[in-house]
């Protein structure tokens, strides 16, 4: 294939995230425009599928616009198109990919459908400091805590996951206990940052259970118990009215808490993979205690740490243009194929049905 870079014009609409994005198979970002609709959802203290949905199909055509003109491009510049088709929110995924699949029909162009996570997976690759393969990857998001062993572009395989609440929804959980709007997770780590992470003796769940597998719900527990001793409550709140100091203190001790164990649990994934290279991905990617704790920790065996950059930690549209980016390069026969059936998969483990290139 020559070198010449194809564009893809990418999609996500998986949850609470409208994003556009055009990225050629060199991994340059041409354009980007995404929509949150974290204001939207506040009032109902998290995600309201019905109105997820309608939201992405209102945001869609504008995003597609602003994207385009960012790039100085138009639709017929584009190589292919790429939509997230799972895992996600079923009527949210089926808002974008109907969008994505009428468009991509409608130019005669190829579309790729996108697993999430390996839209996350492979965000740290659009990097100025871009891992090579193999590496161990900790995907902390919302919806997902897993680890995986990334041997090459789409050779992935589950080492561990969460057995009960996702890192961020325990982030976002233990911040609604705190009186923190939705999502919590970023306003309870900026608490976290001025707390004693010693004040509170947390527990840290399956640290030692001798598995790549995670559990946060014994965690948000430990915070009701605590959060209702410190305030005299007898009976469980939905959230709590607790003072300045214990906010930041109770904030500061969850969180080393929940990096402690994702620290402890990738690093181990990583040696025993054999892998020198650990990629986070993902919402939580973003906590910044995380980020320092995993590379100190790291670097004392030899292991590098690679981080998406800040903006596309949580979701976006690049990721998915990316990710089909790639699988376009790998597999050039995918130019030729014109299939517009749509298939969604609200459900998706990612080592399943992935394109193999
Ligand atoms: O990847 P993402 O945008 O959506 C999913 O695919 O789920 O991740 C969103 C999650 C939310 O739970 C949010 O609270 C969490 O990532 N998050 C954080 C931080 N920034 C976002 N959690 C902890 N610390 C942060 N700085
Ligand atoms: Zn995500």
Not at 258 to 286: F, M, N, Q
Request: glycine share 10%; aromatic share 6%; charged share 15%.
């Amino acid at each position: 294939m020559s070198d010449a870079a194809l564009r893809v014009l990418g999609f996500e609409s998986s949850c609470d995230e409208t994003g556009v994005a055009i990225v050629n198979t060199h991994g340059e970002v041409l354009g980007q425009a995404l929509h949150s609709q974290i204001a939207m959802h506040k009032d109902y203290g998290g995600v309201v599928p019905e109105l997820a949905s309608r939201d992405h199909i209102k945001r869609l055509e504008p995003l597609l616009a602003a994207t385009l003109k960012q790039a100085n491009l138009t639709l017929q510049d584009m190589d292919a198109l790429a939509v997230t088709t799972g895992p996600g929110l079923p009527g949210a995924l089926l808002s974008g990919a109907c969008f994505a699949y009428g468009l991509a029909m409608s130019l005669n162009k190829p579309i790729i459908a996108v697993h999430h996570l390996e839209g996350h997976l492979l965000s740290p690759l659009l990097s100025a400091r871009p891992p090579a393969f193999p590496f161990t990857a900790l995907l902390v998001s919302g919806g997902h805590s897993q680890l995986m062993g990334v041997q090459a572009l789409g050779q992935y395989t589950l080492l561990g996951e969460t057995l009960d609440d996702a890192a961020g929804e325990a982030f976002d959980k233990t911040a609604k206990m705190m009186g923190l709007s939705y999502p919590g997770g970023p306003a309870l780590a900026a608490l976290a940052e001025q707390g004693d992470a010693t004040r509170f003796a947390l527990p840290r769940p399956m640290l030692h259970s001798g598995d790549f597998n995670f559990s946060f719900s014994g965690l948000k527990t430990a915070v009701l118990t605590t959060a209702m001793k410190l305030t005299g409550h007898a009976k469980a709140q939905e959230s709590f009215e607790l003072s300045a100091q214990d906010r930041c203190d109770l904030a500061a001790s969850f969180q080393a808490a929940v990096i402690e164990v994702l620290v402890s649990k990738a690093i181990k994934a990583a040696r025993a993979a054999g892998h020198k290279r650990l990629v986070v991905a993902g919402g939580v990617g973003a906590n910044k205690g995380l980020r320092q704790v995993l590379t100190q920790t790291a670097a004392k065996y030899g292991i590098d740490v690679y981080f998406p950059e800040l903006a596309l930690c949580t979701d976006n549209g690049a990721m998915i243009a990316f990710a089909g980016a790639l699988h376009l390069k790998a597999n050039p026969a995918l130019l030729q194929e014109k299939n517009y059936s749509i298939e969604t998969k609200p459900r998706w483990p990612i080592c399943e049905g992935l394109p193999q290139t």
